[in-house]
């Protein structure tokens, strides 16, 4: 799964890292950057970190929650 965000310059992807199965945090965040080098917010291009399957569990409820109260200030 992958998204765009920042009008395109910034990309997420998430995803399960079958190669590190035996590991407990087994599941990459890959943030890509592209763009022009003054408007870059990260030093590097790309940083990939891994979470476990609980903290993925919470970010997504995290963002959900976010979501719906963002949905509900739009009304």
Do not use: W
Request: glycine letters at 2%.
């Amino acid at each position: 799964m992958a998204i765009e965000i920042l009008n395109g310059s910034m990309r997420i992807e998430i995803f399960y890292e079958r190669q590190d199965r035996d590991y407990e945090d087994n599941i990459c965040v890959c943030v890509k950057e592209t763009g022009p080098e003054e408007e870059k917010t990260m030093y590097a291009n790309e940083t990939n970190f891994f979470i476990t399957a609980e903290q993925a569990r919470r970010l997504a409820e995290m963002l959900l929650k976010a979501a719906d109260q963002s949905d509900h200030a739009a009304r």
